[in-house]
């Protein structure tokens, strides 16, 4: 059963970046058909899709965040990473990497626990 | 964006009751949607797929239903597990979007 375990520091300064990893195991990242998500959810509010990469390595972003974020996979280390650039108080959040599912139907399978991030100087 | 939108808000049920919440898609979806539970200081967790696939080891008392903009997750038999926030997914269109939750308390 694949598990998902995110790390980084709970604290970040603002206008710099964060950045979080996500450790897979019980399988690979390069599987067919999965997507590797971060998703985050500020305190007492509702879900933020943030974006992907493919198990081919191909990321798709959200656009309210896209000149901001790079989400990349590291196959070798069977991770991938988050870094979301020039943070403000309204990135902190609990930030979760999912394992997306795409073969017809689309869907995030299984999640990590979930890192919180504050961002404060 | 595609907006989805969850009635009622909230709601309080006692074990037992059968439970309906509601999820509306700005748009057609298809059937590119999903539901999830989440417990307070917990991951979410996927209930259905597809509109109405059940996930495998969620039990059979949760079903959804519905196709295009309207959707629904029922719970036949509400009982103490069960009570958390449930959020609708649809992974249409990028960029995917939740629903603002449905919490379900004690009555």
């Known amino acids: 059963q694949v598990q998902l375990q995110e790390s980084g520091p709970g604290l970040v300064k603002p206008s710099e970046t964060l950045s979080l990893t996500c450790s897979v195991s019980g399988g690979s990242v390069n599987i067919i058909d999965n997507y590797w998500n971060w998703i985050r959810q500020p305190p007492g509010k509702g879900l933020e899709w943030i974006g992907y990469v493919s198990y081919r390595g191909s990321p798709n972003y959200n656009p309210s965040l896209k000149s901001r974020v790079t989400i990349s996979l590291d196959m070798s280390k069977n991770q991938f990473s988050l870094k979301l650039t020039s943070v403000t108080a309204a990135d902190t959040a609990v930030y979760y990497c999912?394992?997306?599912?795409?073969?017809?139907?689309?869907?995030?399978?299984?999640w990590g626990q979930g890192t919180l991030v504050t961002v404060s100087s | 964006d595609i907006q989805m939108t969850q009635s009622p808000s909230s709601l309080s049920a006692s074990v037992g009751d059968r439970v309906t919440i509601t999820c509306r898609a700005s748009?057609?979806?298809?059937?590119?949607l999903n539901w999830y539970q989440q417990k307070p200081g917990k991951a979410p967790k996927l209930l259905i797929y597809a509109a109405f696939s059940l996930q495998s080891g969620v039990p059979s008392r949760f079903s959804g239903s519905g196709s295009g903009t309207d959707f629904t997750l029922t719970i036949s038999s509400l009982q103490p597990e069960d009570f958390a926030t449930y959020y609708c997914h649809q992974s249409h269109t990028t960029p995917q979007t939740f629903g603002p939750g449905t919490k379900v308390d004690i009555k």
């Open positions: 999912a394992r997306g599912i795409a073969v017809t139907e689309h869907y995030f399978h299984s």
């Open positions: 748009q057609s979806i298809s059937s590119y």
